[in-house]
């Protein structure tokens, strides 16, 4: 089971590979936005105070980014909302690796999705926006959330424009043979290494600058 922060240094981690390989494609996806972003939007009791949270964010440099992705925690649950520039004719996805039972919170998200777009234009609108549920493989435990939402986010990063464009033109992305049970495994085992590896750097970089005083 991953730590809110660990998954957060793992998405980060992810678009840092891509700006590595492709540096002018990682402009094309924004996702600085973490999950606090939605809980405290989720925070707000009315509608009004929902907006008015949305117009007091400072984050404008995204507006030139072409694809939006927020990584959204509720509940303990691990979801990755997919949101086209919303200049033009803007379409939604939802990533969610639990859905047998229905997504409890489908409502919830179309109004930020909603709050967002607005704020993006500078409108006031208040639509129902259609998500569309990507297919992607289901976890079959009650914590694996994170690592589908790391991997489900990596995929996503490395497609070609070709294949993001046709799946948003169809309303439609099928995860579903993109990855099995067995790669699932081998990625936790990764990120799992990568992450001790990421806590034994940072541990050294911390005690060289701030060195503890051998006291006898």
Not at 76 to 88: A, E, K, S
Not at 107 to 133: H, M, Q
Not at 158 to 173: C, R, S
Request: include cysteine; charge should be negative.
């Amino acid at each position: 089971c991953l730590t809110d922060i660990n998954i957060l240094i793992l998405t980060t981690q992810a678009l840092q590979k891509l700006h590595l390989r492709d540096p002018n494609r990682v402009n094309l996806f924004d996702i600085s936005w973490d999950h606090l972003t939605y809980t405290l939007w989720s925070q707000c009791r009315t509608e009004v105070s929902k907006t008015e949270w949305w117009q007091s964010s400072t984050n404008k440099e995204c507006q030139h980014s072409r694809y939006f992705l927020f990584p959204i925690c509720e509940e303990g649950h691990w979801q990755l909302l997919f949101i086209t520039n919303p200049t033009t004719n803007p379409r939604t996805f939802l990533f969610d690796s639990s859905t047998k039972g229905g997504v409890s919170n489908l409502e919830n998200l179309s109004s930020f999705a909603n709050g967002f777009i607005n704020w993006f234009n500078n409108s006031n609108k208040l639509n129902f926006i259609e998500i569309s549920l990507a297919d992607t493989p289901q976890q079959t435990n009650a914590f694996d959330c994170g690592f589908f939402l790391i991997q489900n986010l990596s995929i996503l990063l490395n497609l070609t424009m070709f294949h993001v464009n046709l799946a948003i033109d169809n309303h439609y992305f099928d995860f579903r043979n993109v990855y099995t049970k067995e790669d699932m495994e081998e990625n936790r085992r990764k990120a799992l290494r990568w992450l001790i590896g990421y806590a034994r750097k940072y541990r050294e970089t911390y005690s060289e600058l701030f060195p503890r005083n051998n006291e006898n």
